[in-house]
């Protein structure tokens, strides 16, 4: 294929993650949020989740050799322009997605440190944390921690300001990340407010209106693979992550134009489409 038609065909992405049968989080997030934004959706399964919008009842553990079986034959054959992390569940896998990331020297790696549910049920086995701080973290372009997860990360309590994110997201820094995206959505703040960290650089304040809706199943999720999805076709982190935000207000602006399952229903990805 000539380079020119090559650059007019949607850049493909990968999501790494669990499922959500309910259809607001996880891989099926991934693959709306990667559709809606342009690009093309491939998938490796980390984890099989039994989880509505109320929550998770149930995990059942993709072992790892069959997330590394999964992983070389997709890479082995389809060109990957970025990638999305989610829930890895397990040492095990988190190990195994590390050895891909170098073996297939991918690149726009997204790292969404998922691990506890909206609802509040736990994703992550509390063993696994450090090898995601070590194996993981230092493999990523940019990870996208909520304010729990951030201070799970780094063993600290969780920020309650602006300054303490910004303290946290340059820890994360000095642990290796490539750059922070610190969401700010838990602070009693009437924006959501998050805070775009780069080695060298000052921190980037991105603001947003609250949307005042409890339909909020997956909004980590959305941000992550919508940035994953914009990156190919951005200039840089800043741009892709400024609009991903801006596409995640309006599904979030729009959510209650759904009506999913009893509990937290999901964002409404094809806000532009429907």
């Not at 995206?181 to 959501?192: Q, Y």
């Not at 000052?202 to 949307?211: F, I, K, N, W, Y």
């Amino acid at each position: 294929m000539a380079s020119g038609s090559r650059d007019r065909t949607p850049p493909i992405i990968l999501s790494i993650a669990g499922t959500d049968p309910s259809g607001g989080a996880g891989i099926q997030a991934d693959l709306k949020a990667f559709s809606a934004l342009g690009g093309f959706g491939t998938t490796v399964i980390t984890a099989l989740v039994a989880q509505t919008t109320t929550g998770v009842s149930e995990v059942h553990e993709v072992p790892a050799e069959f997330v590394t079986a999964q992983l070389d034959t997709l890479l082995d054959d389809v060109r990957v322009d970025a990638v999305k992390i989610g829930m890895l569940a397990t040492t095990e896998v988190i190990e195994a997605v590390a050895r891909a990331v170098d073996a297939h020297r991918l690149a726009n790696v997204v790292l969404d440190p998922v691990m506890v549910a909206k609802s509040g049920d736990r994703l992550l086995a509390a063993d696994a944390v450090e090898a995601l701080r070590t194996e993981l973290l230092p493999r990523a372009d940019l990870v996208t921690p909520n304010l729990p997860e951030a201070a799970d990360l780094l063993g600290t309590e969780e920020a309650a300001d602006l300054d303490a994110m910004r303290a946290q997201g340059a820890a994360l820094l000095e642990l290796g990340a490539g750059r922070v995206l610190m969401k700010g959505g838990h602070l009693p703040t009437r924006e959501a407010t998050d805070l775009l960290l780069a080695p060298g650089a000052e921190p980037e304040v991105l603001r947003a209106p609250r949307v005042d809706t409890k339909n909020t199943h997956g909004t980590g999720c959305t941000l992550s693979s919508a940035i994953a999805a914009l990156r190919p076709r951005r200039p840089g982190w800043p741009e892709a992550v400024r609009d991903a935000k801006s596409y995640l207000t309006e599904a979030l602006r729009h959510a209650d134009s759904l009506h999913v399952g009893e509990g937290k229903g999901p964002v409404h990805h094809f806000h532009a489409w429907w």
